[in-house]
C-alpha cells in the first residue's frame, strides 16, 4: 500500500509526498531544506526559553561557587 500523504513545505509552502522517496521531506527540495538550515544558523528562528524559579536557585549558587558540582 502507497502512502499519498502530501504535506506543504515549511518553507515555500509547495505541496511534496510524505514518503520515504522523498529524501528532503517535510520539505520540497534541497534548497528549501537549506533556506530552513541557513534561518536557524542566522539565529531567525529561536526557541522560546521561560525561566523557571528552579533555574534561579542552580544559577544564584553557580555565581555564589562556581567549582560547586550538581551531581
Known amino acids: 500500500m502507497q502512502n499519498n500523504t502530501m504535506?506543504?513545505?515549511p518553507t515555500c509552502g509547495q505541496k511534496s509526498p510524505w514518503?520515504?522517496?522523498n529524501k528532503n521531506r517535510p520539505f520540497c527540495s534541497e534548497?528549501?531544506?537549506l533556506i530552513d538550515l541557513g534561518e536557524w544558523a542566522s539565529e531567525s528562528y529561536s526557541?522560546?526559553?521561560q525561566n523557571s524559579e528552579?533555574?534561579?536557585i542552580f544559577s544564584e549558587d553557580l555565581v555564589a561557587n562556581p567549582n560547586?558540582?550538581?551531581l
Open 7 to 9: 504535506v506543504a513545505c
Open 19 to 21: 514518503s520515504q522517496d
Open 31 to 33: 534548497r528549501c531544506k
Open 47 to 49: 526557541i522560546p526559553q
Open 54 to 56: 528552579e533555574d534561579e
Open 68 to 70: 560547586k558540582s550538581f
